[in-house]
């Protein structure tokens, strides 16, 4: 049995592959969200992911670790992927590789944008998948015109970082984003996305050559070394590593430790079900012997185990919005005086440029 360990909000991400590419093994495979397990007196002794890990908050963190710590100390030889104590905050992991000369760009807290970074850089949430929530910024002044209107319309500085941007593209002006999972060790090549703009979501640029490029690359695992390495400085177990390649060397863009693993076969393009399926193949072979160990019985959790919620950035984003409408408009409704924006560590601006900046 292996059980997969996500937030509530984010229990679609690997249910969608086994109710179809993955049907072999359903009856092998748990979905149970932390909130579920909060409430629970006992669980199995099996193999887990722990994943969804940058959802959860630092407390949030540390009560999976003691569920971690409980399940290895009843049963040690289980599979117990991703331990909770080590996992790496985004801003965490790419300073680390950064500084050990894995990745060229480096990234900072929005509550401290340096003076003297590279740009052009981009704003982006913290721990969320969402991608930039910015353009290319190309100057300080650009930057504090960005960090003020996210202010503004409500996001908390210390919730974004500062990116350094990277460019990946090749010669031929496409950018390319690589997919691929480590497994207990192990790297499994997922995708290429190709475009021509440097925010890569999904493959806008798809032809037979780039069907056969995405195939070798599933086939021959380039990037192999590099990225075991990267999971072992990492402490990573289960995610997926998304990365592209500058001057032939691979830069982490993020480790998402509860990946999307498959879309319903119909919604794929017919032209590129052959790499899915291929794909499919490979990581079921990774996951089957983890699915097909036996259950060792039961863990009983503390009797004070079920006294509290678990705590996940979720639940503190939804205490937020309950005081979000309020916020705002005191916000708005103040001078924006040079006091009041020094309070977020800006300069006085022009008006209209205050104006505009909260108005996006």
Same mark, same amino acid.
């Given at each position: 049995m292996l059980i997969y360990l996500t937030t509530a909000e984010a229990m679609e991400t690997v249910e969608c592959f086994y109710n179809t590419w993955g049907r072999s093994l359903a009856s092998q495979i748990e979905r149970r969200s932390y909130e579920d397990v909060a409430t629970c007196r006992r669980l199995p002794l099996a193999n887990y992911f722990f994943s969804d890990l940058e959802r959860l908050s630092d407390e949030g963190l540390e009560r999976a670790d003691r569920l971690w710590s409980a399940l290895h100390a009843a049963a040690p030889d289980l599979h117990l992927g991703n331990r909770p104590a080590h996992h790496l905050r985004r801003r965490i992991l790419l300073e680390k590789l950064y500084e050990n000369g894995f990745n060229k760009f480096t990234v900072y807290p929005a509550t401290e944008p340096p003076l003297h970074t590279r740009f052009p850089v981009f704003v982006r949430y913290a721990n969320e998948h969402w991608g930039p929530m910015?353009?290319?910024?190309?100057?300080?002044?650009?930057l504090r015109r960005a960090l003020r209107r996210a202010v503004l319309i409500g996001h908390r500085l210390r919730d974004l970082l500062v990116v350094e941007f990277c460019d990946t593209s090749s010669a031929d002006g496409i950018y390319r984003k690589y997919g691929a999972y480590i497994v207990e060790g192990r790297v499994v090549p997922r995708h290429i996305f190709c475009s021509r703009h440097w925010t890569v979501?999904?493959?806008?640029?798809?032809?037979?050559?780039?069907? #056969? +490029? *995405? =195939?070798?690359?599933?086939?021959?695992?380039?990037?192999?070394?590099? &990225?075991?390495? @990267?999971?072992? %400085? !990492?402490?990573?177990?289960?995610?997926?590593?998304?990365?592209?390649?500058a001057d032939g060397r691979v830069q982490i863009f993020e480790?998402?430790?509860?990946?999307?693993?498959?879309?319903?076969?119909?919604?794929? #393009? +017919? *032209? =590129?079900?052959?790499?899915?399926?291929?794909?499919?193949?490979?990581? &079921?072979?990774? @996951?089957?012997? %983890? !699915?097909?160990?036996?259950?060792?019985?039961?863990?009983?959790?503390?009797?004070?185990?079920?006294?509290?919620?678990?705590?996940?950035?979720?639940?503190?984003?939804?205490t937020r919005r309950a005081r979000l409408a309020g916020e705002?408009?005191?916000?708005?409704?103040?001078?924006?005086?040079?006091?009041? &924006?020094?309070?977020?560590?800006?300069?006085?601006?022009r008006s209209s440029e205050v104006r505009s900046a909260g108005h996006p």
């Open positions: 910015t353009d290319l910024l190309r100057t300080q002044s650009e979501r999904s493959s806008d640029l798809v032809d037979e050559a780039k069907l #056969a +490029e *995405e =195939r070798a690359y599933l086939e021959e695992n380039p990037h192999r070394q590099e &990225l075991e390495a @990267i999971a072992a %400085l !990492a402490s990573v177990d289960y995610g997926r590593f998304d990365y592209g390649l480790i998402n430790s509860n990946p999307l693993m498959m879309r319903n076969p119909e919604t794929y #393009a +017919e *032209e =590129r079900l052959p790499n899915q399926l291929f794909f499919a193949e490979m990581i &079921l072979d990774h @996951i089957r012997p %983890l !699915a097909a160990a036996p259950i060792q019985g039961e863990l009983d959790l503390p009797v004070d185990w079920t006294d509290e919620p678990w705590p996940t950035r979720s639940s503190a984003r939804t705002l408009d005191r916000i708005r409704r103040e001078s924006l005086s040079r006091t009041h &924006l020094h309070t977020f560590g800006f300069r006085q601006s």
